[in-house]
């Protein structure tokens, strides 16, 4: 009697998490790998979520799931979903995508709040092992003719499925393995990103402009994203303008600025001191603001 046909994804981040749900849900069988360790401390920056995103989550995930998604989307809006705002360097509004019906907004979450709930029922059945790196595959006949794919792992240790699904991440070994070379590198501007917990007088301080979308700046090889994530409230003690109900307590924000290379004060990164100040140098010209 042939083995039931088996699915193995190296990678549990999002889209491995995603695929391995929807994998499960329709009755495949499937193992996912991750190589991190469960108590790894993970950090992200929030994610923006479209109707590509949701198509996804519907075909994968149970209604109970994508519900616990939904509570944790920012709640810039009555909805959720917002699309940026495109300024000048004087920060006046030079297009709000949100008014063309073309633009497909989104809404903001967590990322390491995303995972946690597209990991946790694989953890409740037991088919995510954590602290296993992918190592190398191999295609193999077995003794019924039919090809099968032995994966290696680095503690020694190997698995065997039908189908191999590389989620391992953009320096994926199945890639190179595979010899896709489809993942290319784009040198040539450096990122700097920050995040981090509102004042408690946030309200006060920030322009309300803020509260309503993201903001986008492009100027001199240089763009700036910008936004706020508004936690929903645990009861509706806060209401925005606009119908939006979120916590003021939780609130933060994440910011990134995009640099060309030859603006860079150095090529080692290791030796950006003061990543803050290379911003503000970058956007001196810019509204002090």
């Known amino acids: 009697m042939a083995a039931p046909f088996k699915v193995i994804i190296a990678g549990g981040g999002l889209a491995g998490s995603l695929l391995a749900n929807g994998l499960v849900n329709h009755g495949i069988n499937v193992a996912v790998y991750e190589r991190d360790a469960e108590d790894a401390k993970r950090e992200g920056f929030q994610i923006r979520l479209g109707d590509s995103a949701m198509t996804g989550f519907n075909a994968c995930l149970k209604p109970a799931d994508i519900a616990a998604i939904k509570s944790q989307f ?3 809006s009555s909805t959720g979903l917002t699309a940026p705002t495109l300024m000048n360097t004087r920060f006046q509004t030079v297009l709000d ?3 063309l019906p073309s633009y497909s907004a989104s809404s903001a ?5 995303l995972r946690d709930i597209l990991v946790a029922p694989l953890q409740e059945r037991g088919i995510i092992r954590f602290g296993k790196a992918f190592e190398g595959y191999e295609v193999f006949q077995s003794n019924d003719g039919q090809e099968n794919v032995r994966v290696h792992f680095a503690d020694g240790t190997t698995d065997t499925c039908d189908i191999l699904v590389g989620a391992d991440g953009s320096g994926s070994r199945i890639n190179k393995q595979v010899g896709a070379r489809n ?3 784009i040198d040539s501007h450096a990122m700097i990103l920050s995040k981090g917990p509102l004042p408690k007088d ?5 322009p309300e402009r803020l509260t309503e979308s993201p903001l986008m700046v492009f100027a001199g090889g240089i763009s700036m994203f910008y936004a706020l994530f508004l936690p929903a409230a645990d009861e509706a003690t806060q209401k925005a303008g606009n119908g939006a109900r979120y916590n003021t307590r939780d609130a933060s924000y994440y910011w990134g ?15 950006v001191e003061d990543p803050l100040g290379i911003c503000l140098d970058a956007t001196r010209d810019w509204a002090p603001e």
């Open 109 to 113: 979450i967590n990322r390491v709040v």
């Open 257 to 271: 600025v995009l640099i060309p290379k030859e603006k860079m004060p150095t090529d080692d990164w290791n030796k």
């Open 202 to 206: 946030w309200t006060e301080k920030l």
């Open 183 to 185: 993942i290319v590198p």
């Open 74 to 76: 920012s709640q810039m």
């Open 97 to 99: 995508l949100g008014k």
